[in-house]
């Protein structure tokens, strides 16, 4: 494998991180891990990369310290490769590559928390059902209920929101879940909702709006890459777009809502969801 060579005292983090994450296989290889697939096999199937290439960037990844190898098996040695805290620090870094090409390669550059219901970003959501939620370092969003109802927002009163189509909402979205939890208590599923934000902020909107359900941050992007889940940016902030999941305890999501034109709509939608899967 070529890689481009930089100077030891080259001032300049681009040069640094090209050197590391600038081979398209090696991104993609790394987009994967951080999306639970950490056996060879399965990343080959995954991405389709032949053997020989696979083993070099892996090996790579390794020596730049991006990935861990964790035996599995001793005879014959099998490995998993797991992101280490310099590969989870690489994350941002995917989920900007994966926002710029859904925003500018895929659409049109407008800032949006929603999606046309035929567009790729509301293919790649929709065909998270059957796909594992992987198990991540800073954030679990699966409940041991029987169901989970996941529902990812952009912010509550982020800077910017009233300029994004389908930014206003965040507050009645949840004040809605709140206020219908117990439904959601009477059929076995739990309500989690995800946001990019931290976690004082979220922990300050859930005291002034009595939320009785956790409210979780994924500042660090790891849920947001693991699923591929659409983002904007606004304010200088990547911010996830309204969704819903709805994920069984083994870690399976069995629903998804997206894209979502009425935040009210979508709770009584995930209640129907919920029902569904429960008969």
Known sequence: MVRRAVRPDDPCGIAHAVSVVGDPWTLLVLRDVAGGHTRFEQLRSESGISRKVLAQRLEALVADGLLERREYAAHPPRHDYVLTARG????????????????????DGTPTATADPDSGEAARVAALVGDRIPVLEGIDPVTTNALTVLYCYPGNAF??????PGGVGCTLESCT??????????????????????????EAFAR???????????????????????TFRVGGTTRLRRLTLVVDRDRVVRATLFPIPDVTGSVEQALAEVRRLRR
Do not use: H
């Not at 994350?91 to 895929?106: E, H």
């Not at 800077?159 to 994004?164: E, I, K, L, N």
């Not at 002034?208 to 659409?230: H, K, Q, V």
């Open 208 to 230: 002034a709006n009595g939320i009785r359900f956790p409210l979780l941050s994924d500042s660090g992007l790891e849920l947001t890459t693991a699923l591929r889940l659409p």
């Open 159 to 164: 800077p910017g929101a009233d300029t994004v």
């Open 88 to 107: 989870r620090g690489a994350l941002p870094v995917l989920a900007a590559l994966q926002d710029f090409g859904d925003a500018w390669l895929l659409g």
């Open 177 to 202: 879940y709140r206020d219908r939890l117990g439904e959601f208590a009477d059929l076995g599923a739990s309500v989690v909702g995800v946001s990019t934000q931290r976690p004082s902020e979220q």
